[in-house]
């Protein structure tokens, strides 16, 4: 079973660039998460959609970042501006429909590094 | 307010020696917990969780954490320290107050396995 597939898996940008990450779940999971970890920090849960639906964003800082999942299933998010605070490490995960929910599997990570 | 504290960030074993890795958790509900691990460059991997059924709980690669609910703990050990143990460790809970099977993480231990 192939896993979380992110990409890119690093980037540097200048402060107030635009940058997108992308994510393909593994197949069949409905809930897909993004999290933010910044060095030294455990993540931080940032969106999650059930499949294309929003089910909580209530830590996506709505100003500069924004997150789609189009048709269900991969996802892209976005920053716009960005700023060197969202310098960290851009984790996606998914888990499978509602009775596994609690298991989340992650993919590697998009490291990004604003300068 | 439910929050998870690690009570190191850092802890440095020798190879062959046991390992103990501390976290409690602060919920009013009885909790589903969790303990991930990340490698380097790697997305984080569920180690093993518990989810109210038996207190000591085997994951893989030799873990195994026992939930104490009097202690408000759920400590992570492996007898036997490898080389291949050295990763940072993330102990989770499930927010059970979403729906939507959120988990909030600790800020992580940082293991150093020596030879």
């Known amino acids: 079973e192939a896993g979380v597939a992110q990409s890119p898996r690093y980037k540097i940008i200048e402060k107030r660039q635009s940058v997108a990450f992308w994510c393909n779940p593994i197949?069949?999971?409905?809930?897909l998460y993004w999290y933010q970890q910044i060095l030294g920090q455990g993540p931080k849960l940032l969106i999650q959609?059930?499949?294309?639906?929003?089910?909580?964003d209530s830590q996506l800082p709505k100003d500069r970042f924004s997150a789609e999942r189009l048709k269900g299933v991969d996802s892209t998010l976005k920053i716009q501006p960005a700023k060197l605070e969202d310098s960290a490490v851009y984790l996606c995960?998914?888990?499978?429909?509602?009775?596994?929910?609690?298991?989340?599997?992650f993919g590697p990570g998009t490291r990004l590094l604003v300068l | 307010a439910q929050s998870v504290t690690q009570l190191d960030s850092h802890v440095s074993v020798s190879e062959g020696t046991p390992v103990l890795l501390r976290c409690n958790y602060s919920?009013?509900?009885?909790?589903?917990l969790f303990w991930y691990v990340q490698h380097p460059n790697k997305g984080l991997q569920l180690l093993l969780k518990?989810?109210?059924?038996?207190?000591l709980v085997k994951g893989i690669n030799g873990f195994e954490a026992e939930f104490k609910k009097s202690e408000t703990s759920f400590h992570l050990t492996k007898p036997s320290a490898h080389m291949s143990d050295a990763a940072e460790y993330f102990c989770?809970?499930?927010?059970?107050?979403?729906?939507?099977?959120?988990?909030?993480f600790g800020a992580g231990t940082q293991v150093v396995v020596t030879p």
């Open positions: 995960a998914s888990s499978p429909p509602r009775i596994g929910q609690e298991t989340q599997y």
């Open positions: 197949s069949g999971h409905a809930t």
């Open positions: 959609f059930q499949n294309n639906g929003v089910v909580d």
């Open positions: 919920s009013s509900y009885s909790p589903s």
């Open positions: 518990y989810t109210s059924a038996a207190t």
């Open positions: 989770a809970q499930r927010m059970t107050t979403d729906s939507w099977g959120k988990l909030q």
